[in-house]
Structure formats: structure tokens, C-alpha cells
């Protein structure tokens, strides 16, 4: 069956669906306990509609994915006519009046039915239609029309009434919507009678409309725009002119412990629940309350942000320029990490503490400076990493451009084969996919509180850091000492690597979210 | 003849039939130039404006009646809604709420209603408006009737 420009959304970045089944323990999280997808079975599952059902895929999904669709214009509008075709019989009157009675009540068919059930006339009254009025249509021939607006009258005249009595010639009634859907109205336009709440229906606007193509189309944008406003689990794809609309029942009641990441068919990777840039592992609520904070913050974080730091041996001036944080002192050769500003010499041996916020050093500060001063210590710990993987990961788009100018003019020095380079440009998303992550996880550490269990996060947050690094210095200088084949093969291991390291910390953290493993504090 | 032009003739035709006692008069200011018009209204009975009258200029656009003309009080009125200086009204039917149903007339004869109904909660003559929120009606009372007296008798 064809899916009606639907994408299923079981896929993971950067591994484009391609549907690998390395889910080591197989663990599928039950989101049973704490909510239920099939709620809305009534709405969206069953299957007279011609729609495939929405779920379907929970065993293919890894435990941070949730379940989402991605339609295109045309889908959205056919996922209208499928709710509505739906609700018709059950409410046994027109299609016309039962359209207006779901978009009055936001789409929540349950309450509006049991509302329609308990008064029907009322219902449909208070929604500004006319119970048992005749379809509407383009009448002539008679002898006692005026129109209201324009004061013509004569039985030459066509024109269209609604259920509240009042007429309007055709002419005026084009000019008068014409105007309305310019200003982006649509089902909600009014009657145009002094102080009259009748709508004009979906039907009689299309009747008017028929002549005027640009403006029904521009209507019916209008319905299908407020359709995606107006249901909690649509929305708008956030990129610059991007129309697809995304489907998701993640509830907001599991926000805090789901993190609803999106794929758009764009490319854009968002938060269902906030619109964000997929801010995996942190949940909402911890990224509301953090860049709340880094706002009020703005004065130490700008100077944070500055890209000069100072060589921690010759104090020469250093400016980093790639994504890499293995620094190397142009003057004296001391190598060392821009983040901690540690030797580098330590962060490649197990005892790796870049990560970690030491936090028995700062119960000992306490006794020398003040409290507030530990605090802002702390948060800048936080802060230097959130800040430094994003430029990072900034760094990291432009560097697959010059790594791959490099690649090729060695190719011709060398006179070797041809050497495709996807493998880079793969190594290039994994990076940035992991930049993301890392950056997040700051923010999800920030707000745990110390106890064994954020130490295990922080033993997955340290082994994927390590293996990010590594790969970054490799994609920046991949030919360093090693032939191309040598090299394209590294990375591809790598590559391979940093993915596990990747999935692990996501599972791990959805897991635990969902377990309410962690402690947060504000 | 354009669609605006029948209308306000029609229009006219009508208020020359008909005049109601609160409108004094209702005419374009110029016979060439039907898109401008001249209200005079009599002062609401039993208000603080009574006996007063009250000159509006109606400015009315090409796209009328989709589009809603523009009402302003030439002669200064102390009005919460209704700006000292510039004559500006705030009326619902005059912005969103306009239909092209309405009529010169009836716009007129809103107008009037507000007069004896201000809404202090979208004020445009905060001295009025205050007085009225602060439930001094006495003040309010004497405030509009020296103005009255002062300008539109
Ligand atoms: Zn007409
Ligand atoms: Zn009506
Ligand atoms: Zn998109
Ligand atoms: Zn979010
Ligand atoms: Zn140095
Ligand atoms: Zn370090």
C-alpha cells in the first residue's frame, strides 16, 4: 500500500536507516509503563482509512528513538480526510459540519464526541453551523434578494446564503474571502453579516472559490497549516522553508524522561517536544533551565567563548582552529588539552579525567574561597565543555572540505588509484553526531547529582570523549606517516568504533531517564 | 460605477429616506468626492453629553465595504476611548470586528452607543478612563460635561 508521503521514522543518525540490527543486549525499552502509543489507536491505528498503521516498528527501534512520521503537504492533507472521513457515521451528520466540529474542538475527537452525544443542536450551533440546514449553493432567480454589501438585487442576481439567513452576492463574497485567506484565515472566516458567528463552511468557500485557483489553493494551505497548529502531536518542521510536518505521539507528560529526537526528510534533526536541535541525552526541562541559565550567565560565558587561550608553559598565545583539542604550542612543542589545559600525555592512558568535575576539590575549596565562587567554578566546568563540543562540531563541517582536498592531491602526487572518500565524509557525521551528544551530556551531568550512578554516565561520557578526539586528530591529518589505504582504513575502523561508544551512552542515558536513575538538582 | 461608489449611493439614498433622531446630519463633505463624509451626532440623553454635538470625519477607502472606513471626532470629546487630541476612536467594529454589512449609518449609531458606554479597559484618554476605573462617576460626570460645554455647544 502506498504510504501517502509518509516516512516511517525508525532511523538512527548518522547510520541513515540502514536498519543494522548491532542493538547488542536487544534491549527494546517497554514504554508501556509509563505511556501508551497506542492511545489514540482509535485515531490514528485503525485501518479503514488506507493508512498503514503508525505502529509498528517498536522491536526495530534502538531505546533513544521514538516514533514519529514525517508528511508532506499532500500527506497532511490526506491525514485530515481520514480523520474527518472517520468521525462522519459516528456523528451521523454532514461532512461539512462534522469538519468544522473537529477543527473547533483542536481535533480532540473523544471529548467532542461525548460532548455531540450529550446535545447535538448545541454542539453544532456553538460551533457556528446550522443543524439540518440544506448544503449550501449559488441560487438565482429571485425577485427579493439584496445583497447587503453592495445593494444590488434583481432576480438576475447570484448569490449564497448560509444557515443564519444572511446573503451575499457571489461578487461580494469572492472579495470578502479573497481578502480573509490573504491574511491567512481560513476555516475560522466568518459570515460577513454585523455581528453574525455563522462560519462559512469548508464547502460553501470552495463553491465561492471555484473560479479563483491561487486563491482556493491558498485556503486550503490555510486549513491544512492550522490542521498541524491546532493537534499536539503535529508540527512544523523548524528549518528555513521547509513544509513537511512531523507526526509524533510521544506525550508531553514523557518529555522529562524521553528525549523525542526527529529526523525531517530535510536533513533537520529537532526536538519534537521543544523544536530545538536534537539536544540528545538531556531531556527539555534540564535545556530550558540551562540556557536560561547560560543567558543569565552571558557575562562568563562570553568570555568563555573567547578562542584564544594561552599556552599553560610559555604563556605564548594559541588559537585553536580545528576541532581537535589536542593542542600543540607552535613556540615551545608543549602539547597539551585545551579543554583542561592538562598535559596531553594523560588524556591518552585510561586515567583519563577531562570529563570529570572534580568534586571533593571543590568540598575542600569551600574552606579558602567562597561558596558562590565553587559554584561558578563548577558551571564554568560544565559550560567550557557544552561550548567547546559545539564549536567543535562547527569546526568539524569545515575540516571535511580541506581533509578531502588533501586526500585527493596526494592521491595524484602519489599516482594511486582512485580512493573514494564517503568514508570521510561518514567519519564527518559520526563527529558531528558525537559533538551533539557530548555537548548535551555536559548539561544532563551539570544537573545530576554525585553518586555512583552519574560515575558510570561518566565513564561512558569519558569513552566516548576519547574516541571523538581520536578520530577528529585523524580525520584533520589522515595521511600523518601512513599511506591512503593505511589511513582510509583507520578511520573506517574508528569510525566504527566511535559509533558504539555513541550508542552506548545514548542507550544508556535513555535507559536510565526512563529508570529515573539520576538525581537532578537545580 | 465602481462597487464603492453603488454602495455609498445607495447608502445615501437610504439616509436621506430615513434619518435617525440621534444623527443630526450624514453627508459627503463634497459632492465630487464620495469617499469623504461629515457626521454631526447629538449628545446621548441623559449623559453627561446631552445637548452637545459632536462632528465625526469619515474617511473611506477604496476597498469599502470589505475593508472598514475611518470615523474621527473633529470636535474634541472627553471620552476613554476616544483620543483628546487626535479625535481617534477605539472600537472593535471599526478594526477586527468590522463586517461589511455595516453601514455608514449603523457605524454612526455604534459610535453613539459608545458615547453613553465607554470601555475603560482599552483606553485612549487615560484621564478619563482613570476616573471611571477608580469608580468616580461624579468626576467623571462634571469632567465630561465641562468639556462638553466648553467645545461642542
Ligand atoms: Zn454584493
Ligand atoms: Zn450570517
Ligand atoms: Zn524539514
Ligand atoms: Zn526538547
Ligand atoms: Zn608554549
Ligand atoms: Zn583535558
Not at chain 1, 481535533?107 to 439540518?132: C, H, Q
Request: glycine share 4%; charged share 25%.
Amino acid at each position: 500500500m502506498e504510504d501517502l508521503g509518509s516516512d516511517s521514522g525508525v532511523q538512527s543518525q548518522p547510520d541513515k536507516g540502514k536498519g543494522t540490527a548491532d542493538d547488542e543486549d536487544g534491549a527494546t525499552q517497554d514504554y508501556g509503563d509509563t505511556y501508551d502509543f497506542d492511545d489514540d489507536d482509535e485515531f490514528f491505528g485503525m485501518d479503514d482509512s488506507g493508512f498503514e498503521p503508525v505502529v509498528s516498528s517498536r522491536d526495530q527501534r534502538k531505546p533513544w528513538e521514538v516514533e514519529y512520521h514525517v508528511h508532506d503537504a499532500h500527506g497532511l492533507h490526506d491525514k485530515q480526510e481520514a480523520m474527518i472521513n472517520r468521525l462522519v457515521p459516528v456523528l451521523s451528520v454532514s461532512k461539512d459540519i462534522t469538519t468544522i466540529l473537529l477543527r473547533n474542538s483542536q481535533w480532540k475527537e473523544e471529548s467532542l464526541v461525548e460532548r455531540y452525544l450529550s446535545d447535538p443542536d448545541k454542539t453544532i450551533r456553538d460551533a457556528g453551523m446550522f443543524p439540518n440546514a440544506p448544503a449550501p449553493e449559488l441560487k438565482t432567480g429571485n425577485e427579493d434578494f439584496t445583497c447587503e454589501i453592495c445593494y444590488c438585487d434583481g432576480p438576475e442576481e447570484v448569490y449564497l446564503g448560509l444557515g443564519c439567513g444572511h446573503a451575499f452576492c457571489t461578487d461580494c463574497y469572492v472579495t470578502y474571502l479573497t481578502g480573509k485567506v490573504l491574511e491567512g484565515m481560513s476555516w475560522r472566516i466568518r459570515c460577513p453579516g454585523a455581528k453574525c458567528k455563522a462560519l462559512v463552511g469548508e464547502q460553501a468557500a470552495r463553491l465561492l472559490l471555484a473560479n479563483e485557483p491561487k486563491i482556493l489553493e491558498r485556503y486550503e494551505d490555510n486549513l491544512t497549516r492550522s490542521f498541524v497548529n491546532d493537534l499536539d502531536s503535529f508540527t512544523w518542521c523548524p528549518a528555513p522553508n521547509c513544509e513537511y510536518g512531523i507526526e509524533c505521539h510521544v506525550p508531553k507528560s514523557a518529555w522529562a524522561t524521553i528525549v523525542p529526537t526527529v529526523h525531517c526528510r530535510c536533513g533537520k534533526a529537532f526536538c519534537f517536544g521543544c523544536n530545538m536541535d536534537d539536544h540528545m541525552p538531556a531531556p527539555c526541562f534540564l535545556v530550558e533551565k540551562w540556557l536560561q541559565k547560560c543567558k543569565d550567565d552571558s557575562e562568563t560565558s562570553n568570555w568563555l567563548k573567547a578562542n584564544t587561550k594561552e599556552c599553560t608553559k610559555c604563556k605564548a598565545t594559541i588559537e585553536k582552529n580545528g576541532g581537535c583539542n589536542h593542542m600543540t604550542c607552535r613556540k615551545c612543542a608543549h602539547e597539551f588539552c585545551w579543554v583542561c589545559m592538562g598535559p596531553w600525555t594523560e588524556h591518552q592512558q585510561a586515567y583519563y579525567q577531562c570529563n570529570r568535575y572534580n568534586e571533593d576539590s571543590s568540598k575542600n575549596a569551600r574552606d579558602s574561597i567562597s561558596k558562590s565562587r565553587a559554584l561558578l567554578e563548577r558551571y564554568l566546568h560544565y559550560y567550557s565543555r557544552f561550548s567547546n563540543h559545539e564549536r567543535s562540531a562547527k569546526l568539524a563541517r569545515r575540516l571535511l572540505t580541506t581533509t578531502e582536498t588533501n586526500m585527493e592531491q596526494m592521491q595524484r602526487n602519489s599516482s594511486m588509484s582512485w580512493i573514494e572518500v564517503q568514508f570521510l565524509s561518514a567519519a564527518v557525521d559520526m563527529l558531528s553526531a558525537c559533538r551533539a551528544t557530548l555537548k548535551w551530556s555536559y548539561v544532563l551531568a551539570y544537573y545530576m547529582e554525585s553518586d555512583n550512578q552519574k560515575l558510570i554516565f561518566e565513564n561512558n561520557q569519558s569513552d566516548l570523549e576519547m574516541a571523538t578526539e581520536t578520530l577528529n586528530e585523524l580525520v584533520e591529518n589522515p595521511v600523518h606517516e601512513r599511506t591512503i589505504e593505511e589511513a582510509k582504513r583507520l578511520i573506517i575502523d574508528k569510525t566504527q568504533y566511535v559509533k558504539t561508544r555513541w550508542e552506548t551512552l545514548l542507550r544508556d542515558t535513555a535507559q536510565g531517564l526512563q529508570e529515573n536513575r539520576w538525581k537532578f538538582q537545580d | 460605477m465602481s462597487t464603492v461608489t453603488r454602495r455609498l449611493l445607495k447608502e445615501l439614498q437610504d439616509i436621506q429616506r430615513e434619518l435617525s433622531e440621534e444623527i443630526v446630519s450624514l453627508e459627503p463633505i463634497d459632492e465630487d468626492d464620495i469617499l469623504q463624509w461629515r457626521a454631526v451626532l447629538r449628545g446621548p440623553k441623559d449623559t453627561a453629553y446631552e445637548n452637545g454635538l459632536f462632528e465625526l470625519y469619515i474617511d473611506i477607502p477604496e476597498q469599502y465595504p470589505i475593508h472598514p472606513p475611518t470615523l474621527t471626532f473633529v470636535t474634541p470629546v472627553c471620552h476613554p476611548n476616544v483620543h483628546f487630541e487626535s479625535g481617534e476612536i477605539c472600537l472593535d467594529i471599526l478594526k477586527t470586528q468590522w463586517s461589511p454589512a455595516w453601514t455608514l449609518k449603523s457605524t454612526c449609531l455604534a459610535i453613539h452607543v459608545l458615547l453613553a458606554n465607554p470601555e475603560p479597559s482599552s483606553p485612549l484618554n487615560c484621564d478619563a478612563a482613570n476616573l471611571l476605573r477608580c469608580g468616580d462617576s461624579i468626576g467623571y460626570n462634571s469632567l465630561v460635561a465641562l468639556y462638553t460645554q466648553m467645545y461642542s455647544m
